[in-house]
């Protein structure tokens, strides 16, 4: 990405000024250990990119969420572990909360979100992990490190309590890590009805809740431009209804949007990522308060 980076949206410079921002988008340009298709580290340029081709009136909400202003840090980019790149995320989220700006962080790999959730669990009492993904990454280990995205949410667990949706992958030594009772796997989802399972996620959620999407959650027939792509995966409703159930009832603190992995030809896929990231922001802050949103 160059030095003058791409801003989220093509919004008048009073709604991008990063004093008075409510939200604070926060690129993480890292793909260092992912295993199978690379890639993912050109996700936030993609998304930032499709972002002007948003309309940015949300019909749902009735509103116009970028009027509380939306600025793009500079992106954290020339990191080389996953280590590292938890200890710089960690310190850019927690300056951002300190602001108290509302973060979105877009990845990148899965593993940029382990310093976002110590940064929240240290901000936040009674907070919970809300993670949608294909995957359970609940690996104590992989390729020798903790810290790889395949152990992302074994990682989560040491900050907060964690709440698993969509998971369709994993490995017989990941049960140990799993608590069973707080996982939503994709075909006890497809089996039940909508309102029932969303219901009982939001029941296991604490007051506050840190949001992690990996994009892989979603079915491939509408979300292929991953790296590690799933079949029997959500769709668009599935998630969308999902996170306006955890914007009514619950204190959403932030969220990363993360997995991208960018193909020639399938610009759909960047698309519904800035769709998504915009419709969270709009169930955010303009559910019951349109007027406010659309001033």
């Not at 997995?259 to 020639?264: F, G, M």
């Not at 399938?266 to 001033?295: E, I, M, N, P, V």
């Amino acid at each position: 990405m160059p030095n003058k980076q791409k801003q989220f949206g093509d919004f008048e410079p009073e709604y991008t000024n990063p004093d008075t921002a409510v939200i604070s988008i926060l690129p993480v340009l890292y793909d260092g250990s992912s295993t199978w298709i690379k890639g993912a580290d050109k996700g936030p340029g993609a998304i930032l990119v499709a972002s002007c081709n948003l309309e940015f009136y949300d019909i749902e909400t009735d509103s116009e969420v970028f009027r509380r202003g939306i600025f793009t840090e500079s992106s954290v980019d020339g990191v080389d572990t996953p280590e590292e790149i938890a200890a710089v995320v960690r310190q850019r989220m927690t300056a951002l909360l300190d602001k108290n700006k509302f973060p979105v962080i877009i990845g990148g790999e899965h593993s940029v979100s382990i310093g976002a959730f110590e940064a929240m669990a240290a901000k936040y009492d009674d907070l919970t992990i809300l993670q949608l993904d294909a995957h359970a990454d609940l690996r104590d280990e992989y390729n020798g490190s903790r810290y790889n995205h395949a152990c992302v949410m074994a990682r989560a667990k040491e900050f907060a309590p964690i709440v698993q949706v969509g998971v369709r992958s994993m490995d017989t030594c990941e049960k140990k890590n799993m608590d069973i009772e707080r996982v939503f796997f994709a075909h006890d989802i497809c089996n039940s009805p909508k309102g029932e399972w969303i219901e009982r996620v939001v029941s296991l959620l604490g007051e506050n809740v840190y949001l992690s999407i990996d994009l892989d959650v979603f079915d491939p027939s509408i979300m292929p431009a991953t790296g590690t792509p799933e079949p029997g995966g959500l769709g668009w409703y599935d998630v969308a209804a999902l996170i306006k159930a955890v914007c009514k009832a619950r204190n959403l603190t932030g969220f990363d949007i993360v997995e991208l992995c960018p193909r020639e030809n399938l610009w759909s896929c960047d698309f519904l990522a800035d769709k998504l990231l915009y419709k969270t922001l709009s169930y955010k802050f303009c559910l019951g308060t349109q007027a406010q949103c659309l001033q």
